[in-house]
Antibody, heavy 118, light 108 residues
């Protein structure tokens, strides 16, 4: 049974850096890509970016100037840093792996509600 | 980026009825790489369909996907009580991946 356990600060002030980590239990990071997706009432589901086990990344250009996704393969976990947050970054943040193809499936964390408020 | 527009916003149906959900893309994308997700309150989304029409292992065969180019459809042949939820389409054929705004299937 694969479990994604995510943790990080849930209450931030404007201009802070959002930092979340997702630990993957029950399987290796390889060969999948692991991503961060957020969900808010105003913007719905947004794909932020993804990383693989060797640290290759793809980012949504909407976040590219502020976001860093990193991986610690030895700990089987990956992290999200989103800089200079504003109230518009208030959302439920999920870590996930969406894999398509012959072994299509998905793994999701429970989500972390991040609120940005002064 | 590819904008996905889902319709209707809400579908009110009774158990046993057929549900037809639409997802229209602002432009075509590679290989009709379109997925459908189901989300229930307080839960993360769950992948149902990928590549427009391929059902994920374990998903009941009452769920089917079709379409190509810019027009895609999710059909639930006979609604079961557990099918009442919000459904999202997502394209992964053009970066950045994008999602539709969702269709809520509610009990009439």
């Amino acid at each position: 049974q694969v479990q994604l356990l995510q943790w990080g600060a849930g209450l931030l002030k404007p201009s802070d850096t959002l930092s979340l980590t997702c630990g993957v239990n029950g399987r290796s990071l390889s060969p999948y890509w692991w991503c961060w997706i957020r969900q808010s009432p105003g913007k719905g589901l947004e794909w932020i970016g993804e990383i693989n086990q060797i640290g290759e990344t793809n980012y949504n250009p909407s976040f590219k100037s502020r976001v860093t996704i990193s991986v610690d393969a030895s700990e089987n976990q990956f992290s999200l840093n989103l800089r200079s947050v504003t109230a518009a970054d208030t959302a439920l943040y999920y870590c996930a792996s969406l894999h398509f193809g012959d072994d299509a499936g998905d793994y999701w964390g429970l989500g972390t509600l991040v609120t940005v408020s002064s | 980026e590819v904008v996905l527009t889902q319709s209707p916003g809400t579908l009110s149906l009774s158990p046993g009825e057929r549900a037809t959900l639409s997802c229209r893309a602002s432009q075509s994308f590679y290989n009709n790489y379109l997925a459908w997700f189901q989300q229930k309150p307080g839960r993360a989304p769950r992948l149902l369909i990928h590549a427009a029409s391929s059902r994920v292992t374990g998903i009941p065969d009452r769920f089917s996907g079709s379409g190509s180019g810019t027009d895609f459809t999710l059909t639930i042949s006979r609604l079961e009580p557990e099918d009442f939820a919000v459904y999202y389409c997502q394209q992964y054929g053009s970066s950045p991946w994008t999602f539709g705004q969702g269709t809520k299937v509610e009990i009439k």
